[in-house]
């Protein structure tokens, strides 16, 4: 794999030599020093890695074709800054592998990608946090909100902006694998519209995992977020139905997977050149099979201080509680703290 990632380098800094196309090489260093507890397990000190954003590196590109069209490419991989190890095994550029089209039309895009509400890539839209999915689930959104992720054989649509709004969809041609039938794969369905204007932001995105592969009912999700900004202050709101989730907290649970609401809620506040932010989380559900349930409860705050344009230190702390079906279960019942740092080129 070191050599796909050498080769893909070289040519693309040859591209840029030679061709004079627009080709850059970016990336994010991320580490920070944590101390966590989870419930039955002894409080642990370590190195940590992609708490504020997942390291990665990436090369993307352009080409302008004229009459204002352009085709360009997203190629990303995430590792672990702290061992150097490739986040996902066996995958040259887990975070994103994208070849685009993009015009007065719109834009689409193919291959590797999260979905709309993974809070990972290009094409997200998850709004209405203001701790995403790479702080520590005992405070973030991911700590109660099921989110997509990301995926193979994606293709995506986004519509050119009307009225401050973009509409976004997505599919996924096969989650399984290569080795069975197509009709046999999980397939993914989204459907999101976005508007953003000024200091206010919302969406609304209707999600499906069809479950094949897993012969398991189908999953749907029905999300809404959004911030508002009042100079100073930005508050965040979300809400989430989620039915047949066979994802957080559903691996648990039988075929027909787990039914649930969450809801999150945050308040941020720029004070001694950064910003303060606090947020609480809250789900209740049932294990569809035997009508078990479940309340997870969660809370997080982060000071986060820029000392450049590119560099940024941040301080974290968050706490988790679940009850009745998950109150032994040590990955909703903990608490952490961390001071780090993360750098962009």
Not at 3 to 11: C, E, G, N, T
Not at 145 to 162: C, G, H, L, Q, W
Request: charged share 20%; glycine share 12%.
């Amino acid at each position: 794999m070191k050599r796909i990632l050498v080769s893909a380098i070289i040519a693309a800094a040859s591209i840029n030599a030679y061709a004079e196309s627009n080709v850059t090489l970016y990336g994010v260093i991320d580490q920070a020093v944590a101390v966590t507890k989870h419930k039955h397990e002894a409080a642990k000190v370590r190195i940590d890695d992609g708490i504020y954003a997942g390291s990665r590196f990436g090369i993307k590109g352009t080409e302008d074709l004229g009459n204002g069209n352009s085709v360009g490419f997203i190629l990303e991989q995430g590792f672990y800054a702290d061992s150097g190890d490739a986040a996902f095994e066996g995958k040259a550029f887990s975070r994103e592998s994208l070849l685009q089209a993009k015009g007065k039309w719109g834009e689409v895009a193919f291959g590797r990608a999260g979905g709309l509400s993974s809070d990972c890539g290009t094409y997200t839209i998850l709004h209405g946090s203001a701790l995403w999915t790479s702080y520590y689930t005992d405070g973030n959104v991911a700590g109660v909100f099921v989110t997509s992720d990301r995926m193979d054989n994606m293709a995506i649509y986004k519509s050119p902006e009307f009225a401050n709004t973009t509409v976004t969809a997505m599919y996924s041609n096969g989650i399984g694998g290569d080795d069975q039938k197509w009709s046999h794969n999980d397939h993914y369905y989204g459907i999101s519209l976005d508007f953003n204007k000024n200091e206010t932001v919302f969406s609304v995105m209707v999600e499906m995992y069809d479950n094949k592969d897993l012969n398991a009912d189908k999953t749907y999700l029905v999300t809404l977020g959004g911030q508002q900004g009042f100079g100073d202050w930005t508050f965040w709101a979300g809400y989430q139905y989620a039915k047949g989730s066979q994802m957080m907290p559903a691996w648990k649970a039988a075929a027909s997977g787990v039914t649930q609401h969450a809801v999150t809620a945050a308040i941020g506040y720029k004070v001694f050149g950064g910003e303060w932010k606090l947020q609480g989380n809250y789900a209740h559900g049932k294990v569809n099979e035997d009508n078990q349930k479940y309340n997870i409860y969660s809370v997080g705050t982060v000071y986060e201080y820029p000392l450049s344009m590119r560099t940024q230190l941040y301080a974290y702390a968050g706490y988790g509680k679940a009850n009745k079906y998950l109150k032994n279960d040590g990955d909703f019942n903990s608490w952490t703290a961390c001071l780090g740092i993360s750098h962009n080129f």
